[in-house]
């Protein structure tokens, strides 16, 4: 089992410009939940799916922030017109169940 | 609201001395602990749980609800325990059970 994968690991935007982030999570797991972790603080949770369902989303930005978790394919964390304080590391974790969450290596996105 | 509390950025202790990570939270219902660790260029991954009570990698962690604490220890610290812990709370709503984190401590084992 390969683990959570994250794509991309890295990913520069102006600002204006929409960023795309995607996790795959492990073999079996239907759960994926997304954090942000910004400059010298904690992971902070945004939004838990299922497959084809948004269960909580408490912690999303109403503006701007959404995300999927398809029938087939990658979850999707979209951030639309990115701002510089956007710029921050985000993981997803996956789950096989409400227990526990195995995280991915992140993507650092980075808004010039 | 749920809050964990790390009041640590920097730990740094010699190789051979005890280590204890300090970890404090406000949760008014039943809380899950967990510690997490990132080893340098690593993901993040679960070091122990406190509902499982053992110990890893030499680590133990006992919660107290009195003092709401959740402090790990170690009695003697090793070289490769150099890395970013974050201690984190689970509420389990029966739909979602997302992780509340602390801001982490940098555990420092010098020579």
């Known amino acids: 089992n390969a683990g959570v994968m994250q794509n991309p690991r890295h990913l520069v935007r102006r600002r204006g410009q929409e960023a795309r982030l995607r996790c795959s999570p492990m073999k079996g797991h239907s759960h994926v939940y997304w954090y942000r972790q910004l400059p010298e603080e904690g992971l902070k949770f945004m939004v838990y799916?299922?497959?084809?369902?948004?269960?909580?989303e408490s912690g999303m930005p109403k503006e701007r922030f959404s995300a999927e978790f398809p029938k087939e394919g990658p979850s999707i964390l979209r951030i639309q017109q990115v701002v510089r304080g956007d710029s921050a590391a985000y993981f997803c974790?996956?789950?096989?169940?409400?227990?526990?969450?195995?995280f991915g290596p992140g993507t650092r996105l980075t808004v010039t | 609201a749920q809050r964990v509390t790390q009041p640590e950025k920097l730990l740094s202790v010699f190789k051979g001395a005890p280590v204890e990570l300090k970890c404090n939270y406000s949760y008014s219902g039943s809380p899950e602990l967990f510690w997490y660790v990132q080893y340098s260029r690593q993901r993040l991954q679960l070091l122990l749980r406190h509902i499982s009570r053992e110990s890893i990698k030499g680590f133990t962690a006992d919660l107290n609800k009195g003092e709401t604490s959740f402090h790990l220890k170690k009695p003697f610290a090793q070289e490769e325990d150099s890395a970013m812990y974050y201690c984190a709370l689970s509420i389990n709503t029966g739909t979602a059970s997302k992780l509340t984190f602390g801001t982490g401590t940098r555990l420092q084992v010098t020579l």
């Open positions: 799916l299922q497959k084809e369902n948004i269960i909580d």
């Open positions: 974790a996956s789950s096989p169940s409400t227990l526990e969450q195995y």
